[in-house]
């Protein structure tokens, strides 16, 4: 009746299911028989990466979680700011080289050491002035291309950051919520 929406992601035999209600849950995806299922503090908005036998989520308070798939617990968890405002738009992450990279609603991108949770670096793309309207910002999915992170928003901004560092290498005046494409060394988006 309450309509969740459902991110899913598969590893191995398990389904991987997060809602918008709370729950996280793990279902053998050849028997169809629920494996374990549990509540967080939040409902959950984001894509589901996997590294390992664990994932990864981000909640409505922009917390990053890593989860274990075997039983639910969890392992760490990182804190962003947050909105008083809960964006609609589904947030994203990367995984590559020890480090999962991801957005939160008001625009911040964020390294974290993948194996311990502990923040490498955080950069915001959006000013305070643009703070209180954080909750109609719209982000592309995070692309990944050798050593540039790359996405766009609906603020007129599509931004290349270094993986490494989070600092800005280049910044344009597109507006797209669409995810960027790479082919060799150029970028296309839809507008």
Do not use: C
């Amino acid at each position: 009746k309450l309509k969740p929406f459902l991110n899913i992601a598969i590893y191995k035999n398990y389904l991987i299911v997060v809602d918008n209600l709370a729950k996280y849950y793990v279902i053998d995806s050849i028997s169809g028989k629920l494996l374990w299922m549990k509540k967080n503090i939040a409902p959950f908005n984001s894509q589901i990466k996997i590294y390992k036998d664990s994932f990864f989520v981000t909640d409505f308070e922009n917390i990053l979680r890593r989860y274990s798939i075997k039983n639910g617990d969890e392992i760490w968890n990182v804190k962003t700011e947050t909105s008083f405002v809960k964006t609609q738009k589904k947030l994203s992450l990367i995984i590559s080289n020890g480090i999962i990279y991801f957005n939160n609603s008001i625009g911040d991108i964020s390294a974290v050491n993948i194996n311990n949770g502990r923040l490498i670096w955080q950069t915001p793309t959006q000013d305070s002035s643009i703070y209180q309207g954080s909750f109609r910002l719209k982000t592309s999915d995070l692309v990944l291309h050798k050593r540039y992170i790359l996405f766009s928003n609906n603020s007129n901004d599509f931004f290349a950051l270094d993986s490494k560092t989070g600092t800005l290498i280049w910044q344009q005046k597109i507006n797209s919520v669409v995810r960027p494409s790479v082919v060799d060394n150029l970028v296309f988006t839809i507008t």
